[in-house]
T-cell receptor
Framework: GENVEQHPSTLSVQEGDSAVIKCTYS??????FPWYKQELGKRPQLIID?????GEKKDQRIAVTLNKTAKHFSLHITETQPEDSAVYFCAASWRGTGKLIFGQGTTLQVKP | NAGVTQTPKFRVLKTGQSMTLLCAQDMNHEYMYWYRQDPGMGLRLIHYSVGEGTTAKGEVPDGYNVSRLKKQNFLLGLESAAPSQTSVYFC????????????FGPGTRLTVL
């Protein structure tokens, strides 16, 4: 069945460093890949997404890359700040199903 | 425009009790979803609906039922609650299937004793 694997499960970086979170998916028909940020006790919020016809997308300090051949995509956060500390989820949407399958989440801690 | 709302915010049940969680959206979205979130397991899809009067099973549907009698509301029911259903439940909605953003509600924290 559909599956999304996310690594690492926890990530600790110093303020100003970069952070990278990686996800792999199982269905080659997937065509939409969003990333959500969830702060403690809050709802998931979309921070960036990428579609299957694009290889990379940037929005200020965050970027997402997609490798369809290898079936993996990554979130890159540069110049990390303490407010970036949160749980990040990747997801993949399966064409024609209306479903998002989520990864297990990565807890990012940015140390001041 | 309230977006996606959920009631209640918190609930404690005893094993065997029943309850209904309500999700409402005012964005005229066709698609609505119920997820549960457990530590270390991300968000898992319980049931979803692609329009008024329709429902479909997700990854973990057992022990839950849903109804979509009105386009703006999606109800999640637990007929006989079990401790394994202790979780945080999120509702979400989206307008365009498959490639559109899912907007999440604030969540309901359910504890089953």
């Amino acid at each position: 069945g559909e599956n999304v694997e996310q690594h690492p499960s926890t990530l600790s970086v110093q303020e100003g460093d970069s952070a990278v979170i990686k996800c792999t998916y199982s269905d080659s028909a997937s065509n939409y890949f969003p990333w959500y940020k969830q702060e403690l006790g809050k709802r998931p919020q979309l921070i960036i997404d990428i579609r299957s016809n694009v290889g990379e997308k940037k929005d200020q300090r965050i970027a997402v890359t997609l490798n369809k051949t290898a079936k993996h995509f990554s979130l890159h956060i540069t110049e990390t700040q303490p407010e970036d500390s949160a749980v990040y989820f990747c997801a993949a949407s399966w064409r024609g199903t209306g479903k998002l399958i989520f990864g297990q989440g990565t807890t990012l801690q940015v140390k001041p | 425009n309230a977006g996606v709302t959920q009631t209640p915010k918190f609930r404690v049940l005893k094993t065997g009790q029943s309850m209904t969680l309500l999700c409402a959206q005012d964005m005229n979205h066709e698609y609505m979803y119920w997820y549960r979130q457990d530590p270390g397991m991300g968000l898992r899809l319980i049931h979803y609906s692609v329009g008024e009067g329709t429902t479909a099973k997700g990854e973990v549907p057992d022990g839950y039922n849903v109804s979509r009698l009105k386009k703006q509301n999606f109800l999640l029911g637990l007929e006989s609650a079990a401790p394994s259903q202790t979780s945080v439940y999120f509702c979400a909605s989206s307008y365009i299937q498959d490639t559109d953003t899912q907007y999440f509600g604030p969540g309901t924290r359910l504890t089953v004793l």
